[in-house]
């Protein structure tokens, strides 16, 4: 079983992905080498990308999205993984949705149909320093001052920060109150923005070809009206609702770049010699592919209901922290074993195979580290 044969994939999802293949081929794929010695992709990447409608599959039409699915998202995200690709498309999609779902009619009118044709490169900024898992001890101040915000502080980690022309920031304008009710979300303009400004690419283990930097704001001003919702303090009830999104995003990732390492090893194998055979005619290669096949078929199963979940509306959040821990964990697994059965040409970062188990790690941190999933599967017992 492979996501060809996915329950949710029907033929309309399944031509989209061949576009969506090709154009991944042949316009993404011969730049990998010069992205990644730059940390991000191309400027002129983004609007390619919008214009085959692989930013923002699943946006409505009316904000100038490509009308479809979760399903037809889940494609874009399979083919990256496939591809061994890091685009920021996710997070462009993350921000799209806090837009469709907390943002006025003006709000989406105005952003949204930009980030769709990729002429406007999105970011979401919430951890800090000082402040990771934690959003609920982030620093970052938004102060009120008659029509405008006077916003002071820094984030760090941000994936398309360098790029960003839209970001969706996590900060507090009301630090007297405490946990997460001070928290707000406030749409930053970057542009000629006084003020604001980026640090360099930060030294990653992996995804070298994705974009991620610091971003510091030093009495940045915007309108009031870039609050995102009807009022103050709903920033933190407003990332904890839509990050069951993100991570069954992740898992999307998890799962096809598990069934890539398995694809990708098995082939190997099956031509390197060692003591005049292949190394697939040794029995413990053999089996540790077939454990590795194994568990990324269990794992293709249970995305491929999480999917079916949450388009049916009912993807909850146990399950979602479900998926990305137990797929995140897998996927490295799987990784490392496959790594091992190259041998020293796993080490060897012209292989792909090489990147991708350093590309895998980051999988366990980001959207809330596998430590805060199981926080969360275990308030459900």
């Not at 904000?63 to 494609?75: D, R």
């Not at 996590?170 to 405490?178: L, S």
């Not at 993807?315 to 190259?342: F, N």
């Not at 580290?369 to 459900?380: D, L, P, R």
Request: charged letters at 25%; aromatic letters at 8%.
């Amino acid at each position: 079983m492979s996501a060809d044969h996915s329950p949710w994939a029907d033929d309309s999802v399944q031509l989209f992905r061949k576009s969506v293949r090709r154009f991944i081929e042949e316009q993404f794929l011969p730049r990998q080498t010069h992205w990644r010695a730059q940390h991000g992709p191309d400027p002129e990447a983004w609007p390619a990308a919008g214009r085959i409608g692989l930013l923002l599959p699943d946006l409505p039409e009316d904000y100038g999205g490509a009308g479809g699915s979760f399903a037809h998202q889940a494609v874009v995200l399979e083919e990256l993984a496939r591809a061994g690709v890091h685009f920021g498309g996710v997070i462009q999609a993350v921000v799209a949705r806090y837009l469709l779902t907390y943002g006025s009619e003006a709000q989406r009118r105005r952003w949204l149909p930009s980030l769709a044709r990729g002429e406007l490169v999105a970011a979401i900024a919430m951890t800090e320093p000082d402040a990771g898992s934690n959003l609920q001890g982030i620093k970052t101040t938004a102060r009120r001052d008659g029509d405008r915000y006077r916003i002071s502080g820094s984030k760090t980690f941000i994936t398309n920060g360098a790029r960003a022309g839209l970001v969706c920031l996590a900060a507090k304008t009301d630090p007297r109150a405490t946990a997460g009710r001070g928290i707000s979300l406030i749409l930053v303009e970057t542009r000629d923005l006084a003020g604001y400004s980026t640090g360099p690419a930060l030294d990653k283990i992996g995804m070298h070809g994705q974009d991620t930097c610091e971003l510091f704001f030093d009495g940045v001003e915007v309108p009031a009206e870039n609050l995102l919702g009807p009022a103050e303090g709903k920033g933190f009830a407003q990332l904890m609702e839509q990050l069951p999104y993100e991570r069954l995003m992740v898992g999307v990732t998890a799962v096809a770049a598990a069934e890539r390492a398995v694809e990708l090893t098995a082939r190997y194998v099956k031509e390197r010699q060692a003591f005049d055979k292949t190394l697939f005619d040794f029995q413990n290669t053999r089996f540790k592919l077939a454990e590795c096949k194994t568990q990324a078929q269990v794992g293709r199963i249970f995305i491929d209901h999480c999917i079916q979940q949450f388009l049916a509306g009912r993807l909850d959040d146990v399950t979602s922290a479900m998926a990305k821990y137990w797929l995140t964990e897998t996927q490295c697994r799987i990784a490392d074993e496959c790594l091992q059965l190259h041998g020293g040409y796993g080490y060897m970062n012209e292989y792909p195979i090489a990147r991708l188990w350093s590309d895998s790690r980051v999988q366990r941190i980001y959207a809330g580290t596998n430590e805060i999933m199981k926080e969360v599967i275990a308030w459900s017992l």
